[in-house]
């Protein structure tokens, strides 16, 4: 027999289950970011390498490999939280290397944009996927009271 107490405990779970895969519907949307990607330049290459921590959090860092030793110049957090879908860069020297909050403003299963209008540089993050293999990413906003836009195509490499 369902009692009130009954059913209004299988509401709540139901609820609460339902809130909790909604949750992380925006974090799988980007799970397609994990490996390695290579962008290459003039001087060398950058990379950034991606893995799930938690069912809610990708990290990842941007290094360059020099002489066979690996220097990382930023560590990022991609996590979800209360709904919402944070990329949180802690740049070396930038910031006192603390880390900034970067909201995201559009998501989806090819792209996703981040911003944060009080921010020097760059107010917007974006990466779009191009294919399996090939992104782009990009940091955009006011640099000296002129709009800047920097791209970093990059390649899979793992």
Known sequence: MITKRN???ASALLILFGCAVQQNKNIQK???LIGTWEHKTAKGSIY???RKTVKN???GKSYILK???TIVFEEIRL???NGKLYYIPAVKDQNGGQPVRFESR???QKEFVFENRTHDFPQVISYQ???EDSLNAEISGLKNGKENRRKFPMKRIK
Do not use: H, Q, R
Request: glycine share 0%.
């Open 106 to 108: 559009l998501i989806s």
């Open 67 to 69: 002489n066979n030793d």
């Open 129 to 131: 996927k191009i294919n």
């Open 48 to 50: 950034e390498t991606w």
């Open 57 to 59: 959090e990708l990290t």
């Open 7 to 9: 059913f209004l405990t």
């Open 30 to 32: 980007t799970e397609w």
């Open 79 to 81: 996590v979800e939280e």
